[in-house]
């Protein structure tokens, strides 16, 4: 696979070139500089190209900004080709001067000038000051209009040994995708790394280093699988930057591009109402979940057993859709319980891929009944149970047909919906429900 990395000093539309490349709202884009802080990689969408925004270079000598440009150098130098962004608009500068020359040592990898906001020549610059970084003549686009991309194309083209578009298209696999979210500063980008054996993400003791979702294929514990870190979700009422409000919605959003969440919580606190939201939506989109408790380490051994008890219970009383929480002692700092969380998803995932035979859903029911006899209806008709059927994954769904009444109560279908979990192993699994009136009028 070819790997393009977009690189440039701040400000200059490279998120908004990845974004329009890929044919997704992946990279968070927004009019202040220095948004963007971690490499997001995304693919493009009919082509074997991996493609990777990158932070704004810029000369900081330490904090998160000095971070950024480092793991920006970082993967220019292990990319196959470079798009180096300029802004059309304001023109030459010395920071373009300097990243390009220090862009030239980091890499022997062919670059593509590319003067973005290039959509208005009235609103241009002088253009041919750009020959002066030494790539070449500067191809004129305009990322927010999508303009000038073919240029770009047969760049990576030649670079990839062929002009066939439709290269990458693949039977391959389907990769979990496994996002993770919880509260700022709980240590989601040290289980990242942790995961990844490398420094991929920012990691400093300060709440909202992390601001995109980042997307990073690797494989942990035997298996190909996507990561997805996210940023810190706090409660409304304290988020009043417009920035991390885009975040948040990111956030949110990669609960549906997900297979699963790992819910990181701190061990060494409460958890808080709004780690109980997450899990909430993460239920109601029908994922799996897993808590992971970090920081258990640090925990005292004398009450590890009372707290995780208390927290099972507090989790199993707050949603019905999940019969026996899924959560898991761990420490991203150290790595203990990682690979157990890791194998335990990944079980979790292949009960969930597979269809329970019909026959055996009837079985399972049918004994259910037979234990314990559904309620008269508040009309004091029989309600009779007639078939029953998986008519879902991702959440787990089963469909009743009835007879008679319809109306079951809901201590009812908890019985019925924990029998079921119980006999097929779907305790950690949201599962839903649902019943279908039988008109027939002869029954």
């Given at each position: 696979m070819v790997?393009?990395?977009?690189?440039?000093?701040?400000?200059?539309?490279?998120?908004?070139?990845?974004?329009?490349?890929?044919?997704?709202?992946?990279?968070?884009?927004h009019d202040r500089p220095g948004v963007t802080r971690d490499v997001i990689s995304g693919t493009f969408h009919d082509r074997n190209w991996q493609l990777y925004d990158t932070a704004g270079l810029e000369s900081a000598k330490s904090g998160i900004a000095s971070d950024s440009t480092n793991m920006a150098m970082?993967?220019?130098?292990?990319?196959?080709?470079?798009?180096f962004v300029v802004d059309g608009r304001v023109g030459l500068t010395n920071a373009d001067i300097e990243?390009?020359?220090?862009?030239?040592?980091?890499?022997?990898?062919?670059?593509?000038?590319l003067a973005n906001k290039s959509?208005?020549?009235?609103?241009?610059?002088?253009?041919?000051?750009?020959?002066?970084?030494?790539?070449?003549?500067?191809?004129?686009?305009?990322?927010?209009?999508?303009?000038?991309?073919?240029?770009?194309?047969?760049?990576?083209?030649?670079?990839?040994?062929?002009?066939?578009?439709?290269?990458?298209?693949?039977?391959?696999?389907?990769?979990?995708?496994?996002?993770?979210?919880?509260?700022?500063?709980?240590g989601k980008s040290t289980l990242v790394n942790r995961v990844l054996g490398t420094n991929r993400q920012i990691v400093r003791d300060a709440p909202g280093i992390t601001r995109d979702t980042v997307k990073i294929p690797t494989r942990f514990y035997g298996r190909d699988i996507v990561l997805m870190d996210t940023a810190g979700l706090r409660r409304k009422s304290g988020v009043t930057d417009d920035v991390e409000t885009l975040s948040a919605l990111k956030s949110l959003d990669a609960i549906e591009k997900s297979d699963a969440v790992i819910l990181v919580v701190d061990a060494t606190k409460n958890i808080e109402n709004q780690a109980l939201n997450i899990a909430s939506r993460v239920y109601d989109a029908g994922k799996i979940l897993c808590v992971a408790l970090n920081k258990w380490d640090l925990v005292a051994p004398e009450i590890r057993d009372e707290k995780l008890l208390k927290l099972k219970h507090q989790f199993s009383n707050s949603f019905h859709q999940i019969i026996k929480?899924?959560?898991?002692?761990?420490?991203?700092?150290?790595?203990?319980?990682?690979?157990?969380?890791f194998k335990r998803i990944y079980q979790e995932w292949d009960i969930s891929t597979s269809d329970a035979p019909t026959s055996l859903i009837n079985k399972i029911v049918q004994k259910l009944v037979e234990s314990r006899q559904p309620p008269m209806s508040r009309l004091k008709r029989p309600m009779k149970i007639k078939f029953a059927r998986q008519s879902g994954r991702h959440p787990m769904k089963i469909t009743i047909n009835v007879g008679g009444a319809s109306d079951i109560p809901e201590s009812y279908t908890r019985y019925l919906r924990r029998g079921i979990a119980n006999e097929l192993k779907w305790e950690h699994l949201p599962i839903v429900i649902e019943y279908k009136k039988d008109d027939n009028p002869f029954d």
């Open positions: 790997k393009i990395t977009i690189a440039g000093r701040p400000n200059t539309g490279k998120s908004t070139l990845f974004n329009a490349l890929t044919g997704t709202r992946d990279a968070l884009v970082n993967a220019i130098a292990t990319s196959d080709a470079v798009l990243w390009a020359r220090l862009v030239r040592r980091k890499t022997r990898a062919p670059i593509l000038l959509e208005s020549s009235k609103r241009m610059a002088d253009i041919n000051e750009f020959y002066k970084l030494g790539f070449g003549a500067p191809v004129m686009i305009s990322a927010e209009h999508k303009t000038g991309f073919d240029a770009i194309y047969e760049f990576i083209a030649r670079i990839s040994g062929t002009n066939d578009d439709t290269t990458g298209q693949t039977d391959a696999p389907h990769k979990l995708h496994i996002a993770i979210m919880g509260q700022p500063n709980v929480p899924l959560i898991l002692a761990i420490s991203a700092e150290t790595g203990s319980g990682v690979q157990n969380m």
